[in-house]
Protein backbone atom coordinates (compact mmCIF):
# COMPACT_ATOMS: atom_id res chain seq x y z
CA UNK A 1 0.00 0.00 0.00
CA UNK A 2 1.08 3.51 -0.63
CA UNK A 3 0.96 5.57 2.53
CA UNK A 4 1.26 9.15 3.75
CA UNK A 5 4.91 8.63 4.04
CA UNK A 6 4.95 7.55 0.46
CA UNK A 7 3.81 10.19 -1.13
CA UNK A 8 7.09 12.66 -2.65
CA UNK A 9 6.72 16.15 -2.99
CA UNK A 10 7.37 18.02 -6.07
CA UNK A 11 7.27 14.58 -8.09
CA UNK A 12 5.21 14.63 -11.72
CA UNK A 13 3.37 11.95 -12.62
CA UNK A 14 2.06 10.66 -16.39
CA UNK A 15 -0.79 8.47 -16.72
CA UNK A 16 -4.09 7.99 -18.07
CA UNK A 17 -5.84 7.78 -21.36
CA UNK A 18 -9.86 8.09 -21.91
CA UNK A 19 -11.22 8.26 -25.73
CA UNK A 20 -13.98 10.30 -25.24
CA UNK A 21 -17.18 9.55 -26.82
CA UNK A 22 -19.90 11.54 -28.61
CA UNK A 23 -21.95 8.90 -26.87
CA UNK A 24 -20.73 9.51 -23.65
CA UNK A 25 -21.09 13.04 -24.03
CA UNK A 26 -24.50 13.06 -24.92
CA UNK A 27 -25.06 10.78 -22.50
CA UNK A 28 -23.65 12.69 -19.73
CA UNK A 29 -24.87 16.48 -20.82
CA UNK A 30 -28.57 14.57 -21.33
CA UNK A 31 -28.29 13.94 -17.67
CA UNK A 32 -26.25 16.65 -16.02
CA UNK A 33 -26.07 19.20 -18.08
CA UNK A 34 -28.59 19.72 -20.82
CA UNK A 35 -27.27 22.94 -22.19
CA UNK A 36 -27.81 23.15 -26.29
CA UNK A 37 -24.16 23.39 -26.85
CA UNK A 38 -23.67 19.84 -25.46
CA UNK A 39 -26.20 18.33 -26.69
CA UNK A 40 -27.46 19.87 -30.44
CA UNK A 41 -24.58 20.20 -33.10
CA UNK A 42 -26.95 23.82 -34.86
CA UNK A 43 -26.90 24.98 -31.39
CA UNK A 44 -23.35 24.25 -30.86
CA UNK A 45 -22.07 25.81 -33.95
CA UNK A 46 -23.74 28.73 -33.33
CA UNK A 47 -21.76 29.41 -30.32
CA UNK A 48 -17.84 29.94 -29.65
CA UNK A 49 -17.54 26.23 -29.47
CA UNK A 50 -18.16 25.77 -32.83
CA UNK A 51 -19.31 21.78 -32.23
CA UNK A 52 -20.82 19.88 -29.53
CA UNK A 53 -18.09 19.56 -26.35
CA UNK A 54 -18.26 17.89 -23.17
CA UNK A 55 -19.97 19.17 -20.38
CA UNK A 56 -17.03 20.75 -18.18
CA UNK A 57 -18.16 18.77 -15.18
CA UNK A 58 -18.32 15.56 -17.60
CA UNK A 59 -14.32 16.41 -18.22
CA UNK A 60 -13.74 16.33 -14.51
CA UNK A 61 -15.74 13.21 -13.94
CA UNK A 62 -13.34 11.71 -16.59
CA UNK A 63 -10.18 13.08 -15.25
CA UNK A 64 -11.36 11.23 -11.80
CA UNK A 65 -11.71 7.84 -13.66
CA UNK A 66 -7.86 8.51 -14.42
CA UNK A 67 -6.91 9.39 -11.25
CA UNK A 68 -8.66 6.56 -9.56
CA UNK A 69 -7.39 4.05 -12.00
CA UNK A 70 -3.95 4.98 -11.39
CA UNK A 71 -4.56 5.23 -7.05
CA UNK A 72 -5.48 2.00 -7.59
CA UNK A 73 -2.57 0.88 -9.78
CA UNK A 74 -0.73 2.53 -6.76
CA UNK A 75 -2.48 0.67 -4.28
CA UNK A 76 -2.96 4.14 -2.34
CA UNK A 77 -4.64 4.79 0.57
CA UNK A 78 -6.97 7.13 -0.50
CA UNK A 79 -9.81 8.56 2.19
CA UNK A 80 -11.29 11.09 -0.23
CA UNK A 81 -10.98 14.86 -0.67
CA UNK A 82 -12.79 17.52 1.45
CA UNK A 83 -12.16 19.54 -2.00
CA UNK A 84 -10.66 21.28 -5.00
CA UNK A 85 -9.41 24.66 -5.96
CA UNK A 86 -8.77 26.58 -8.81
CA UNK A 87 -10.29 24.17 -11.24
CA UNK A 88 -10.31 25.79 -15.07
CA UNK A 89 -11.39 24.35 -17.99
CA UNK A 90 -8.94 26.15 -20.60
CA UNK A 91 -10.02 24.64 -23.57
CA UNK A 92 -13.41 22.31 -25.15
CA UNK A 93 -13.05 18.61 -24.68
CA UNK A 94 -14.72 17.17 -28.18
CA UNK A 95 -16.02 14.02 -28.84
CA UNK A 96 -12.73 12.25 -30.56
CA UNK A 97 -10.16 13.96 -27.96
CA UNK A 98 -8.15 11.43 -26.09
CA UNK A 99 -7.26 13.06 -22.54
CA UNK A 100 -4.24 12.15 -20.37
CA UNK A 101 -3.03 12.86 -16.90
CA UNK A 102 -0.12 15.09 -14.84
CA UNK A 103 -0.23 15.36 -11.34
CA UNK A 104 2.40 16.91 -9.30
CA UNK A 105 2.61 16.70 -5.59
CA UNK A 106 2.62 20.61 -4.03
CA UNK A 107 2.21 19.86 -0.65
CA UNK A 108 1.88 17.56 2.34
CA UNK A 109 0.85 17.89 5.95
CA UNK A 110 -0.05 15.58 8.59
CA UNK A 111 -3.86 16.06 10.51
CA UNK A 112 -3.15 17.22 13.95
CA UNK A 113 -6.94 16.66 15.27
CA UNK A 114 -6.69 13.00 13.10
CA UNK A 115 -3.05 11.30 13.25
CA UNK A 116 -3.73 8.58 11.14
CA UNK A 117 -4.86 11.00 8.07
CA UNK A 118 -2.75 13.42 5.90
CA UNK A 119 -3.55 15.48 3.52
CA UNK A 120 -1.82 16.26 0.37
CA UNK A 121 -2.25 19.07 -2.75
CA UNK A 122 -1.72 18.09 -5.93
CA UNK A 123 -1.45 20.36 -9.43
CA UNK A 124 -3.22 18.42 -11.88
CA UNK A 125 -3.31 19.24 -15.26
CA UNK A 126 -5.31 17.42 -18.10
CA UNK A 127 -4.06 17.10 -21.81
CA UNK A 128 -5.50 16.42 -25.20
CA UNK A 129 -4.28 14.42 -28.04
CA UNK A 130 -2.56 17.55 -29.14
CA UNK A 131 -1.12 17.89 -25.77
CA UNK A 132 -2.91 21.46 -25.04
CA UNK A 133 -4.08 21.71 -21.43
CA UNK A 134 -7.99 21.08 -20.91
CA UNK A 135 -8.61 21.17 -17.72
CA UNK A 136 -5.97 22.32 -14.57
CA UNK A 137 -7.21 21.92 -10.83
CA UNK A 138 -5.47 21.79 -7.58
CA UNK A 139 -6.94 18.47 -5.47
CA UNK A 140 -6.94 18.06 -1.99
CA UNK A 141 -6.47 14.48 -1.01
CA UNK A 142 -6.83 12.52 2.24
CA UNK A 143 -4.70 9.57 2.61
CA UNK A 144 -4.52 7.03 5.21
CA UNK A 145 -0.86 7.83 7.66
CA UNK A 146 1.35 4.21 8.05
CA UNK A 147 2.52 5.69 11.56
CA UNK A 148 0.12 7.16 13.02
CA UNK A 149 2.25 7.43 16.35
CA UNK A 150 5.24 9.40 14.71
CA UNK A 151 5.00 12.71 15.87
CA UNK A 152 3.74 15.44 13.55
CA UNK A 153 6.31 17.88 12.52
CA UNK A 154 6.06 21.37 13.15
CA UNK A 155 4.99 23.64 9.70
CA UNK B 1 -34.28 36.31 -21.68
CA UNK B 2 -32.22 37.15 -18.96
CA UNK B 3 -29.03 39.36 -19.83
CA UNK B 4 -25.78 40.59 -18.01
CA UNK B 5 -28.06 43.36 -17.12
CA UNK B 6 -30.31 41.72 -15.63
CA UNK B 7 -28.32 39.97 -13.05
CA UNK B 8 -28.47 41.62 -9.96
CA UNK B 9 -25.67 41.45 -7.50
CA UNK B 10 -26.26 40.22 -4.30
CA UNK B 11 -29.56 38.73 -4.53
CA UNK B 12 -30.02 35.16 -3.68
CA UNK B 13 -31.97 31.97 -5.29
CA UNK B 14 -33.32 29.08 -3.97
CA UNK B 15 -34.13 26.38 -6.21
CA UNK B 16 -33.82 22.76 -7.44
CA UNK B 17 -34.73 19.44 -5.93
CA UNK B 18 -32.96 16.64 -6.67
CA UNK B 19 -33.36 12.71 -4.99
CA UNK B 20 -30.31 11.01 -4.97
CA UNK B 21 -30.89 6.95 -5.53
CA UNK B 22 -28.79 4.18 -4.98
CA UNK B 23 -29.15 3.15 -8.49
CA UNK B 24 -27.80 6.74 -9.87
CA UNK B 25 -24.94 6.48 -7.18
CA UNK B 26 -23.72 2.94 -8.42
CA UNK B 27 -24.11 3.73 -11.56
CA UNK B 28 -22.19 7.33 -11.53
CA UNK B 29 -19.50 5.42 -9.54
CA UNK B 30 -18.83 2.56 -11.61
CA UNK B 31 -17.94 4.70 -14.43
CA UNK B 32 -16.37 7.55 -12.80
CA UNK B 33 -15.14 6.75 -9.68
CA UNK B 34 -14.95 3.32 -8.86
CA UNK B 35 -13.38 3.34 -5.04
CA UNK B 36 -14.82 1.55 -2.67
CA UNK B 37 -16.79 3.53 -0.70
CA UNK B 38 -18.53 4.89 -3.15
CA UNK B 39 -19.82 1.17 -4.61
CA UNK B 40 -19.42 -1.43 -1.99
CA UNK B 41 -21.29 -1.74 1.36
CA UNK B 42 -19.01 -3.19 3.74
CA UNK B 43 -16.10 -1.30 2.28
CA UNK B 44 -17.90 1.92 3.12
CA UNK B 45 -19.04 0.88 6.51
CA UNK B 46 -15.13 0.77 7.68
CA UNK B 47 -14.59 4.16 6.18
CA UNK B 48 -15.56 7.19 8.16
CA UNK B 49 -18.47 7.45 5.92
CA UNK B 50 -20.29 4.74 7.09
CA UNK B 51 -22.12 3.86 4.79
CA UNK B 52 -21.92 4.20 0.44
CA UNK B 53 -22.20 7.68 -0.11
CA UNK B 54 -22.00 9.84 -3.75
CA UNK B 55 -18.86 10.31 -5.70
CA UNK B 56 -18.29 13.96 -5.06
CA UNK B 57 -18.11 14.50 -8.57
CA UNK B 58 -21.74 13.29 -9.20
CA UNK B 59 -22.35 15.87 -6.13
CA UNK B 60 -21.02 18.70 -8.30
CA UNK B 61 -22.89 16.92 -11.85
CA UNK B 62 -26.48 16.95 -10.03
CA UNK B 63 -25.71 20.36 -8.95
CA UNK B 64 -25.37 21.39 -12.25
CA UNK B 65 -28.40 19.93 -13.46
CA UNK B 66 -30.29 21.56 -10.97
CA UNK B 67 -28.05 25.17 -12.27
CA UNK B 68 -28.76 24.59 -15.78
CA UNK B 69 -32.94 24.18 -15.03
CA UNK B 70 -33.14 26.79 -13.09
CA UNK B 71 -30.70 28.63 -15.92
CA UNK B 72 -33.42 27.56 -18.29
CA UNK B 73 -36.33 28.46 -16.26
CA UNK B 74 -34.64 32.06 -16.26
CA UNK B 75 -33.86 32.13 -20.01
CA UNK B 76 -30.90 32.94 -19.32
CA UNK B 77 -28.02 33.49 -21.74
CA UNK B 78 -24.89 31.77 -20.66
CA UNK B 79 -22.26 30.85 -21.96
CA UNK B 80 -20.91 28.50 -20.07
CA UNK B 81 -17.83 28.95 -17.61
CA UNK B 82 -14.19 29.03 -17.22
CA UNK B 83 -14.12 27.53 -13.80
CA UNK B 84 -14.73 26.85 -10.20
CA UNK B 85 -13.25 28.69 -7.07
CA UNK B 86 -13.09 26.53 -3.63
CA UNK B 87 -15.40 23.55 -4.48
CA UNK B 88 -15.95 22.09 -0.57
CA UNK B 89 -17.29 18.78 -0.16
CA UNK B 90 -18.51 19.39 3.15
CA UNK B 91 -20.47 16.54 4.22
CA UNK B 92 -20.89 12.78 1.88
CA UNK B 93 -24.40 12.62 -0.24
CA UNK B 94 -26.45 9.71 0.77
CA UNK B 95 -29.08 7.42 -1.30
CA UNK B 96 -32.14 8.74 0.00
CA UNK B 97 -30.98 12.13 0.24
CA UNK B 98 -33.03 15.00 -1.38
CA UNK B 99 -30.65 18.30 -2.77
CA UNK B 100 -31.39 21.94 -3.10
CA UNK B 101 -29.11 24.67 -4.24
CA UNK B 102 -28.89 28.32 -3.15
CA UNK B 103 -27.05 31.02 -5.04
CA UNK B 104 -25.88 34.54 -4.55
CA UNK B 105 -24.18 36.90 -6.91
CA UNK B 106 -21.19 37.74 -5.94
CA UNK B 107 -19.87 40.57 -8.46
CA UNK B 108 -19.83 40.61 -12.00
CA UNK B 109 -17.87 42.74 -15.02
CA UNK B 110 -17.77 43.38 -18.31
CA UNK B 111 -15.16 41.04 -20.81
CA UNK B 112 -12.96 44.28 -22.17
CA UNK B 113 -11.65 41.99 -24.74
CA UNK B 114 -14.97 40.30 -25.45
CA UNK B 115 -17.64 43.68 -25.24
CA UNK B 116 -20.55 40.72 -25.90
CA UNK B 117 -19.78 38.59 -23.08
CA UNK B 118 -19.93 39.35 -19.05
CA UNK B 119 -18.53 37.47 -16.47
CA UNK B 120 -20.33 37.30 -12.36
CA UNK B 121 -18.77 35.24 -9.96
CA UNK B 122 -21.72 33.44 -7.55
CA UNK B 123 -21.17 31.68 -3.92
CA UNK B 124 -23.28 28.20 -4.48
CA UNK B 125 -24.39 26.25 -1.96
CA UNK B 126 -26.02 23.08 -1.69
CA UNK B 127 -27.83 21.63 1.24
CA UNK B 128 -29.82 18.17 2.04
CA UNK B 129 -33.11 17.18 3.80
CA UNK B 130 -32.06 18.12 7.21
CA UNK B 131 -30.75 21.23 5.63
CA UNK B 132 -27.16 20.68 5.85
CA UNK B 133 -24.68 21.93 3.45
CA UNK B 134 -23.07 18.93 1.66
CA UNK B 135 -21.54 21.27 -1.28
CA UNK B 136 -20.37 24.72 -1.51
CA UNK B 137 -18.14 26.68 -4.91
CA UNK B 138 -17.75 29.80 -6.12
CA UNK B 139 -18.62 29.54 -9.89
CA UNK B 140 -17.52 31.77 -12.65
CA UNK B 141 -20.38 32.77 -15.13
CA UNK B 142 -20.23 33.92 -18.47
CA UNK B 143 -23.72 35.38 -20.02
CA UNK B 144 -24.42 37.42 -23.09
CA UNK B 145 -24.62 41.25 -22.64
CA UNK B 146 -27.92 42.83 -23.86
CA UNK B 147 -25.81 45.99 -25.16
CA UNK B 148 -22.60 45.00 -26.39
CA UNK B 149 -21.91 48.60 -27.70
CA UNK B 150 -22.60 49.86 -24.25
CA UNK B 151 -19.29 51.58 -22.48
CA UNK B 152 -17.32 49.48 -20.04
CA UNK B 153 -17.73 50.90 -16.28
CA UNK B 154 -14.15 51.53 -14.94
CA UNK B 155 -13.35 48.84 -11.67
Not at 21 to 28: A, G, K, P, S, Y
Not at 34 to 48: I, R, S, V
Not at 109 to 121: A, D, H, L, Q, T
Amino acid sequence: MQYFEDIPVGRTNSFGRYEVTREEVLDFASKYDPQGFHLDDEAAAKTHFGRISASGWHTCAMTMAMLVENMQNNRQAGLGSPGIDNLRWMKPVFPGDVLRCETTVIEKRRSRSRPEMGIFKSQIRVFNQNDEPVLEMVSNGLVQVRDPDAPIADG
